[in-house]
């Protein structure tokens, strides 16, 4: 049973950091390129970015270019994304997935299994 659950959510004021983390199981970790997304209410869920199955390649919307990056550790395949300088509009459920590209661009990248999310609150 392929499970990817995600923690380190929770309340930051503006400026702040935070890091959260996507624990996966049941899956080849290292056969999956990993992505976030993050969704607030009464809006479509929103790419954040993607990185390659070894690592050494990621992608990220402009949005938050410069201030969010995604890391991971596939001894231990886990998911990281390391948020600095949060501003209110970064508020939202984040979700993990596990997928794969969907052209030559990790901007279509594709969930095939997904996290429950875990919430992000930046106060201002």
């Known amino acids: 049973q392929v499970q990817l659950v995600e923690s380190g959510g929770g309340l930051v004021q503006a400026g702040g950091s935070l890091r959260i983390s996507c624990a996966t199981s049941g899956l080849t970790f290292t056969s999956y390129g990993m992505g976030w997304f993050r969704q607030t209410p009464g809006k479509e869920r929103e790419f954040v970015g993607a990185i390659s199955r070894s690592g050494i390649t990621t992608y990220y919307v402009d949005s938050v270019k410069g201030r969010f990056t995604i890391s991971r550790d596939n001894a231990k395949n886990t998911l990281y994304l390391q948020m600095n300088s949060l501003q209110p509009e970064d508020s939202a459920v984040y979700y993990c997935?596990?997928?794969?590209?969907?052209?030559?661009?990790?901007?279509?990248?594709?969930?095939?299994?997904w996290g429950q999310g875990t919430q992000v609150t930046v106060s201002s």
């Open positions: 997935a596990a997928g794969d590209r969907r052209s030559g661009s990790w901007s279509s990248f594709r969930g095939d299994y």
